[in-house]
């Protein structure tokens, strides 16, 4: 993996066009309260003096020209002030591939909400700020870029924020391909993980309608009743945690939750000097957090289909199993499918069976069976795609770990089993779906070929996590004040 930026030259992909006019922006909610919010929400650090991180993806896509940026958060060790990989740092992936890193070493600008999806820190204030009280909360708009200089805030409902290229105290070479950055964009949140709100449901089910000609009639009317009977079964389920209930306990390292695979942005972006505008473009979050990432992973996650409302975040990963024995380790994998009607399939080892293979760069292959359904997602890139990301790792902290790319062409194929729980032999897939924007990541090592593996999840983790323990409800019912960190 090429860990240098030498060389880089531009892809021939449809060039992002900067805006002429600036757009008004919504304010900052300053009361976050989404439509979907999932567990672990919040922020786990129990403030313990162990090896910690969390981390926090949120990608947008921008649907005219196929272009995506994601922002990337991280603290670690924030209890001890002589960690020597202790940090806070702020990524930003970014058109073409493109790349910006700003790190500090001192971790007590970051702020974050035990229980909510709130975060941000104040890097460098703004001189006309000096000496007043640094920001702890989430501030609409102008209050923030009164204040902060380098800075971000991150909630279920807004993004702001500006850095520079500042890799000093992180291992490996500079990798930044652009001086600065900054952006400011509200999100509406529409999937979660699991079963999707009415709202979502409804919008969905009028779009693909609208896509296959049914715009208007008996049938769209007919459609139309369907999706509101089923809006209203699924409105009252919870929302699930990604990896189980045992995600509550340290059992596993890490720990990864899905936030939101569908929602909606509108904002701007400036990326080296250009500033660009998008409108209701698809969203996408998630987090990580314990003591380091995987050994070695695979990722894959789309919601830019040709079928509106369908989306996948799929993974095949080595990971830690915290058992007090150090090297002990599980291959566990995968894919989540969000399905237009509002359906949430869960395709995972304790319920079924989970497979991938791909190579060290260009090949992602993963298979998932369980709960009556089997799913085939297959995705591909070219050679020079793609930019190398940090990410936490157990020792070196936040260094050169990861390889990603947003141009990924993938297809998810999806089949009904039948009564013996097999494909049909001359059964047409319910989804056949494709897309050329696709998220695509491999990391860890080592990767001297292509890496196969089967999830074998180890016992007794795969007898407890079928467990019908609700990790949605106790989230939602439980008092803050009974509540773990980060629940």
């Known amino acids: 993996m090429?860990?240098?930026?030498?060389?880089?030259?531009?892809?021939?992909?449809?060039?992002?066009?900067p805006a002429r006019h600036a757009r008004a922006v919504p304010a900052a909610a300053t009361s976050n309260v989404p439509a979907v919010l999932t567990p672990h929400?919040?922020?786990?650090?129990?403030?313990?003096?162990?090896?910690?991180?969390?981390?926090?993806?949120?990608?947008?896509?921008?649907?005219?020209?196929?272009?995506?940026?994601?922002?990337?958060?991280?603290i670690e060790d924030p209890s001890n002030p002589s960690s020597p990989v202790g940090g806070v740092g702020v990524q930003v992936m970014g058109p073409d591939d493109?790349?910006?890193?700003?790190?500090?070493?001192?971790?007590?600008?970051?702020?974050?909400?035990?229980?909510?999806?709130?975060?941000?820190?104040?890097?460098?204030?703004?001189?006309?700020?000096?000496?007043?009280r640094q920001l702890r909360r989430p501030v609409p708009q102008a209050e923030f870029s009164a204040a902060v200089e380098q800075g971000f805030q991150a909630s279920p409902t807004w993004h702001q924020g500006s850095i520079v290229a500042a890799e000093t105290g992180t291992p490996g070479p500079p990798l930044s391909t652009v001086a600065d950055c900054s952006w400011a964009f509200s999100m509406t949140p529409k999937v979660g993980w699991g079963d999707a709100p009415a709202a979502a449901v409804s919008s969905n089910l009028n779009a693909t309608a609208a896509g296959a000609g049914w715009g208007s009639g008996s049938a769209a009317g007919e459609r139309q009743q369907q999706g509101n009977a089923l809006a209203a079964m699924l409105g009252g389920r919870s929302q699930r945690a990604t990896a189980g209930w045992l995600s509550m306990l340290a059992v596993f390292e890490p720990h990864w939750q899905v936030l939101m695979a569908e929602g909606s942005a509108t904002g701007w972006m400036e990326w080296g000097g250009k500033r660009y505008e998008f409108s209701d473009a698809p969203g996408y979050a998630e987090k990580n957090w314990g003591g380091g990432f995987p050994s070695k992973w695979i990722w894959v996650q789309c919601n830019t289909?040709?079928?509106?409302?369908?989306?996948?975040?799929?993974?095949?990963?080595?990971?830690?199993?915290?058992?007090?024995v150090q090297g002990v380790e599980e291959d566990v994998g995968m894919l989540g499918i969000h399905l237009p009607d509002g359906t949430?399939?869960?395709?995972?080892?304790?319920?079924?069976?989970?497979?991938?293979?791909a190579d060290p760069w260009g090949r992602w292959w993963l298979r998932g069976r369980a709960a009556g359904y089997e799913a085939v997602l297959e995705a591909t890139c070219g050679a020079d795609d793609g930019a190398v990301l940090r990410a936490p790792t157990a020792d070196n902290g936040l260094a050169p770990h990861c390889k990603d790319t947003f141009f990924g062409k993938c297809r998810l194929r999806v089949w009904k089993l039948d009564s013996q729980g097999r494909v049909p032999a001359s059964a047409a897939p319910i989804v056949d779906s494709?897309?050329?924007?696709?998220?695509?990541?491999?990391?860890?090592?080592?990767?001297?070929?292509?890496?196969?593996?089967?999830?074998?999840?180890?016992?007794?983790f795969r007898s407890l996590v079928q467990l019908p323990i609700d990790v949605g409800v106790i989230s939602r019912t439980l008092p803050d004040l009974l509540k773990p960190p980060g629940l």
Request: contains cysteine; hydrophobic residues 40%; proline residues 8%.
């Open 41 to 74: 929400s919040g922020y786990h650090w129990d403030g313990l003096p162990r090896r910690f991180f969390e981390g926090w993806y949120f990608k947008v896509t921008i649907p005219e020209n196929g272009q995506s940026f994601a922002l990337i958060y991280s």
């Open 305 to 324: 289909f040709d079928t509106p409302g369908l989306s996948v975040t799929a993974v095949g990963a080595r990971r830690q199993l915290l058992l007090g």
């Open 98 to 132: 493109g790349y910006i890193c700003q790190f500090s070493r001192d971790t007590e600008p970051f702020w974050a909400s035990r229980h909510n999806l709130e975060l941000g820190a104040t890097l460098k204030p703004k001189p006309t700020a000096a000496g007043q």
């Open 434 to 460: 494709q897309s050329s924007t696709a998220a695509l990541e491999v990391g860890g090592g080592p990767w001297w070929g292509p890496w196969s593996a089967k999830a074998k999840m180890l016992e007794p």
């Open 2 to 17: 090429q860990l240098s930026r030498a060389g880089w030259c531009p892809r021939h992909h449809t060039a992002l066009h």
């Open 344 to 357: 949430f399939l869960e395709l995972v080892p304790w319920a079924g069976e989970v497979e991938w293979s």
